[in-house]
């Protein structure tokens, strides 16, 4: 059982940038690729970034190409998003979430999710 806490969510004009951190717990997650989802109200949930479990792949969702960088440290069992340049429209509940596949950006392909972080842009 792998669990997932994100933080480092907030309010942010703009243009500005926030650090989300996914920390890990119950089980390494060197061996699972990761993933950051967003979800706004009304709308579904989507894949933003993967990571595979190596680190040495990643991928992202066309929006936040170029915005947004995904990493992580398999010692200390982290995984963030670096998000610059933000706009309203990132605005979302962000979710990590950990999968045995690699680099899925299905929501189904992902057993093990996080309680989510607001962010919000304003602008």
């Known amino acids: 059982q792998v669990e997932l806490v994100e933080s480092g969510g907030g309010l942010v004009q703009a243009g500005g940038s926030l650090r989300l951190s996914c920390a890990a717990s119950?089980?390494?997650?060197?061996?699972?690729?990761m993933g950051w989802f967003r979800q706004a109200p009304g709308k579904e949930r989507e894949s933003v970034a993967a990571?595979?479990?190596?680190?040495?792949?990643?991928s992202y969702e066309d929006s936040v190409k170029g915005r947004f960088t995904i990493s992580r440290d398999n010692e200390k069992n982290t995984v963030y998003l670096q998000m610059n340049s933000l706009k309203p429209e990132d605005t979302a509940v962000y979710y990590c979430a950990a999968s045995w596949f690699q680099l899925p950006t299905s929501v189904g392909s992902y057993p093990y999710w996080g309680q989510g972080t607001q962010v919000t842009v304003s602008s």
């Open positions: 990571i595979s479990s190596g680190g040495g792949r990643t």
């Open positions: 119950g089980r390494t997650i060197s061996r699972y690729s």
